[in-house]
């Protein structure tokens, strides 16, 4: 009942070559498949994460129900197949895990099911052979439906039948760069719930908690971290590379992908050098040149917000913010470099992972070392420049990712105490380093927006200095609770 797949978009150009590779194989055949997804008149199921539904497939007819697994490419999926005149029913799903979630919700909704969309595909398939892993190709080309509406659809599905996880992804990372395509965690039932609500973008995704298990070794916190680092980046990935965030819609999206790629990159930072660490050099990298390729465009979006209301309250009108015009996000995020950082995360976030030191002592001791050198910066705070303190706060974001990574295995009312402290020190040095990015772009500017920004900058500007190191010195107080 668990269905382990990856998902690779397809781009119009690419699609004769990859349909024709499928059907080279041996083992290749081509059906059509036609589905009624069924959902309350509220949307539970969606909401749930769980789509049914009822598929012809040549001349059989199932009912599926598909609910989310433990990591991004893991599902729940239970298929009973129907005979002729038979409708919907849930109960025939009784009995598994995801059945009784299924029935239990629709108890409490209390409403009835009914049609909500449907697809029409054409798939090619293709079992793949190599040794001991089976794996099943398939190309699907066609739409999903909801009234008018219309979701045109074209992607490679790899899916396990018998071996290694590992073996999907090596596949995957193979027809990825040869072809072009990226990887959507998108599925077709979560667009179809958006096409029947009118909707086409989904909201932004924010961090998940990390939750570590009682005696979390080192191994098996760096998998937890991998895999929420997943649900947060693939998430914003998806939309933005799919097109459907773009512009103005878009920058929340982008700017949660960011965050991720700070956290991910605070995370191979914090597990450096433990006994037990795999070697995430490679990793750290490879997120740092992902995010350096986004350009300055989400500084300009700050800035821009920064001072609108400073010239609206004063009847001035905007002064123009420039941005670094580099690729596109949607360009970025389908290219190769992505595709093969999202594909190493995967790696390490579906292996098993191997005896190891316990995670919590060697934590304990960076979150020491890491809260010792920012409040010892209190000392010299005065005397620095805006670099050093631009550089302090990038290890404020730092200690408040790693706090959140190794906050579950530690009292749970000291670690909450300890970050609202350090979320104050972040607010405040972040806000203090937008001033001084604001200052940056517009220094020498002679318009009367820009010189009255900067008169307002530079009064805002000491005021925060009194705020960060009013936060620095109240975080130096609070006490630690890695003791």
Not at 220 to 240: F, G, K, M, T, Y
Not at 277 to 305: K, T
Not at 320 to 333: C, F, K, R, Y
Not at 387 to 406: G, S
Request: glycine content about 8%.
């Amino acid at each position: 009942m668990q269905e382990f797949e990856i998902k690779l978009q397809v781009p119009p150009a690419t699609r004769a070559a990859i349909d024709a590779a499928l059907a080279r194989g041996g083992t290749a055949r081509r059906e059509r498949l036609r589905a009624v997804y069924f959902d309350t008149p509220g949307g539970d199921l969606a909401r749930a994460g769980m789509a049914l539904r009822v598929r012809q497939e040549g001349r059989r007819r199932v009912q599926t129900l598909k609910a989310a697994g433990t990591d991004v490419l893991t599902r729940f999926e239970h298929n009973v197949a129907l005979r002729p005149g038979e409708t919907i029913d849930p109960r025939r799903h009784a009995g598994t895990s995801g059945g009784q979630r299924l029935l239990q919700l629709l108890t409490d909704a209390a409403q009835p099911l009914q049609e909500r969309y449907r697809t029409d595909i054409v798939r090619r398939t293709r079992l793949l052979r190599a040794g001991r892993q089976q794996l099943e190709l398939a190309l699907d080309v066609g739409q999903i439906i909801a009234h008018e509406r219309r979701w045109p659809v074209c992607e490679l599905e790899i899916e396990l039948v018998d071996g290694s996880p590992q073996a999907v992804l090596d596949v995957a990372r193979r027809w990825a760069l040869r072809h072009g395509l990226w990887i959507d965690i998108r599925s077709k039932a979560e667009r179809g719930a958006r096409l029947a609500n009118g909707e086409v973008t989904g909201d932004p995704v924010k961090a998940p908690a990390v939750r570590l298990p009682g005696g979390a070794t080192v191994p098996q916190a760096w998998q937890s971290v991998a895999r929420a680092s997943l649900q947060h980046l693939l998430a914003n990935a998806s939309e933005l590379a799919g097109g459907q965030a773009a512009g103005a819609d878009g920058a929340e999206h982008l700017h949660q992908l960011r965050v991720g790629l700070r956290r991910l990159r605070a995370a191979v930072r914090f597990f450096r050098g433990w006994d037990g660490a795999p070697e995430l050099a490679p990793l750290g990298a490879a997120a740092a040149d992902l995010f350096a390729r986004f350009g300055a465009a989400r500084d300009c979006d700050v800035i821009a917000a920064l001072l609108r209301p400073v010239w609206a309250e004063a009847g001035l009108p905007a002064a123009s913010i420039e941005q670094t015009h580099g690729a596109p996000p949607a360009d970025v995020l389908r290219g190769a470099k992505a595709q093969a950082l999202w594909l190493d995360l995967l790696g390490w976030a579906c292996r098993t992972p191997g005896d190891g030191a316990p995670f919590a002592p060697p934590a304990a001791r960076r979150l020491k070392r890491w809260h010792r050198g920012i409040v010892a910066a209190i000392d010299g705070f005065d005397a620095m420049d805006d670099a050093q303190r631009h550089v302090l706060r990038k290890r404020i974001k730092r200690l408040r990712y790693a706090v959140d990574i190794a906050g579950s295995v530690f009292p749970r009312k000291a670690v909450r105490r300890y970050q609202e402290a350090l979320a104050h020190a972040q607010e405040a040095f972040g806000e203090f380093n937008d001033v001084c990015m604001a200052r940056e772009l517009l220094r020498g500017r002679g318009d009367a927006s820009s010189l009255y920004a900067l008169g307002w900058l530079a009064a805002r500007r000491e005021a925060l200095l009194l705020s960060c190191r009013g936060a620095l010195a109240a975080l130096r107080r609070t006490p630690a609770f890695w003791k």
